[in-house]
């Protein structure tokens, strides 16, 4: 199994097994970012696009998502919605 050392978690880790897209970003995501990471950063796209309530097909939603998800995986994080809180 690929090991990376994770910029998300600080940490070596199983890496993803493939580039997540076809791009320079999904190139750095797959060198960078652990398969861990990239799960936690699903769970919070799916909270992003539920609160927000976000259409796909809108480039600037999918705009919207891929600068959360730099900020997330190599920034300081990606910030939950106003009010957004957990039960």
């Given at each position: 199994?690929?090991?990376?050392?994770?910029?998300?978690?600080?940490l070596?880790?199983?890496?993803?097994?493939?580039?997540?897209?076809?791009?320079?970003?999904?190139?750095?995501?797959?060198?960078?970012?652990?398969?861990?990471?990239w799960?936690?950063?699903?769970?919070?796209?799916?909270?992003?696009?539920?609160?927000?309530k976000?259409?796909?097909?809108?480039?600037?939603?999918?705009?919207?998502?891929?600068?959360?998800?730099?900020?997330?995986?190599?920034?300081?994080?990606?910030?939950?919605?106003?009010?957004?809180?957990?039960?």
């Amino acid at each position: 199994m690929r090991k990376v050392h994770c910029q998300k978690l600080g940490l070596e880790a199983p890496g993803l097994t493939k580039p997540p897209f076809p791009n320079a970003l999904g190139e750095r995501i797959y060198q960078h970012i652990s398969a861990q990471a990239w799960e936690l950063w699903l769970s919070h796209q799916t909270m992003l696009i539920n609160e927000y309530k976000l259409s796909l097909i809108e480039p600037k939603s999918r705009a919207f998502l891929m600068e959360e998800m730099e900020k997330f995986l190599f920034g300081g994080g990606s910030q939950k919605p106003p009010g957004f809180h957990v039960d």
